[in-house]
């Protein structure tokens, strides 16, 4: 992946996977940058956490080709710019995953564009509320999709006119983060 | 979240027009596993949803799904009509997303060299 923008899209793509109904996503921006998302979703056992992350692992059977990369890719990236990967799960309960990164490192892959990330799942994943927090230096932002959804009078966030609203919302707020230095 | 926020986007939802309509005519289902997500199906998704709602689309549902296993011509998207046989259009950009929304999804034929495969 290019950037982690597009791991967390992914990585939360396992959560909605798992059945979650609520996934939160946290960014904490700095010389250490932080990212943790956490779910509620079905969580996984001693020895399906232990093979998640062999990159030759997937419980998924709908496919010909059984290779599960998502999470071994994330560690690799995380562990090329001397971060620290870790994964939690208990059974029935959720999961979370977190790392750092060391932004200096010359391998440290940017944050990408992380509006197009969670507007796609806020807007996407119709039975998965998500919240989204984002920090950097003295801003933090935060957006709830279950707030969204009320503020619009619908859970269909999906339908292409409504996620543009939502869309335009979440650029704006980043865009608060991003103004930082400007300001 | 702040209530002016809030507000505002409620306002926002009241001014919009051609919300979508019951099932819609079509369906079309963008590959969203990983392998997706790393040859570029954010920005097709992203695409996607630009060219329906700029166009006015009102009878088209566009939703995600997980890995197909078809990992070789990702970005991939499954188009569900009515009547019609599924088609599955592959090796997709956001420029070949937007034809597939002109030519299939408004002018109702099928984008033939973009197909990988239909049943
Ligand atoms: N959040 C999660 N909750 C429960 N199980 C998970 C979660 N994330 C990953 N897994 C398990 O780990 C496996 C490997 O995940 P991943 O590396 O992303 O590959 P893939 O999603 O393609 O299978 C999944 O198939 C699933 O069994
Ligand atoms: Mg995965």
Same mark, same amino acid.
């Given at each position: 992946m290019r950037d982690m923008s597009l791991h967390i899209l992914d990585i939360a793509e396992n959560? &909605?996977?798992?059945?979650? +109904?609520? &996934?939160?996503?946290?960014?904490?921006?700095?010389?250490?940058?932080s990212f943790m998302i956490k779910d509620n979703g079905k969580g996984m056992d001693e020895e399906t956490l232990k093979n998640a992350l062999n990159p030759?692992?997937? +419980?998924? +059977?709908?496919?010909?080709?059984?290779?599960?990369?998502?999470?071994?890719?994330?560690k690799q990236n995380v562990e090329l710019c001397d971060g620290k990967f870790r994964i939690e799960s208990v059974p029935g309960k959720?999961?979370? &995953?977190?790392? +750092? &990164?060391?932004?200096?490192?010359?391998?440290?892959?940017?944050?990408?564009?992380i509006e197009e990330t969670v507007w796609i799942l806020m807007t996407m994943y119709e039975n998965c509320d998500f919240s989204f927090t984002h920090r950097a230096g003295k801003k933090e932002?935060?957006?709830?999709?279950?707030?969204?959804?009320?503020?619009?009078?619908t859970d269909e966030l999906n339908d292409p006119k409504v996620s543009m609203i939502v869309k335009d919302y979440i650029k704006e707020q980043e865009n608060i983060i991003n103004n930082q230095e400007a300001l | 979240m702040k209530l002016e926020d809030? @507000? @505002? *986007?409620?306002?926002?939802?009241?001014?919009?027009? !051609?919300?979508?309509?019951? @099932?819609?005519? *079509?369906?079309?289902?963008?590959?969203?596993?990983t392998c997706g997500i790393a040859a570029g199906a954010r920005d097709v998704l992203s695409a996607?949803? #630009? %060219? *329906?709602?700029?166009? !006015?689309?009102? #009878? *088209?549902?566009?939703t995600q799904s997980?890995?197909?296993?078809?990992? #070789?011509? %990702?970005? =991939? =998207?499954?188009?569900? %009509?009515?009547?019609?046989?599924?088609?599955?259009y592959g090796n997709l950009t956001p420029e070949k997303t937007r034809r597939i929304v002109a030519e299939h999804f408004v002018n109702g034929s099928t984008v033939t060299e973009l197909v990988i495969s239909s049943k």
């Open positions: 959560s &909605v996977r798992a059945q979650a +109904t609520k &996934v939160d996503i946290l960014i904490d921006e700095g010389e250490i940058s030759f692992y997937t +419980t998924k +059977t709908e496919r010909k080709k059984k290779i599960g990369l998502g999470l071994p890719l994330l959720g999961t979370s &995953v977190k790392w +750092t &990164v060391n932004t200096s490192h010359i391998d440290s892959l940017p944050v990408g564009n932002i935060s957006i709830e999709s279950r707030e969204l959804k009320e503020a619009l009078g | 809030l @507000k @505002k *986007i409620r306002e926002k939802m009241e001014k919009s027009t !051609n919300l979508r309509e019951g @099932k819609g005519r *079509i369906k079309a289902v963008v590959g969203m596993g996607l949803m #630009d %060219e *329906i709602s700029k166009r !006015n689309l009102s #009878d *088209i549902v566009v997980g890995c197909r296993g078809l990992c #070789d011509v %990702e970005p =991939i =998207i499954d188009v569900y %009509e009515e009547g019609k046989q599924m088609v599955t």
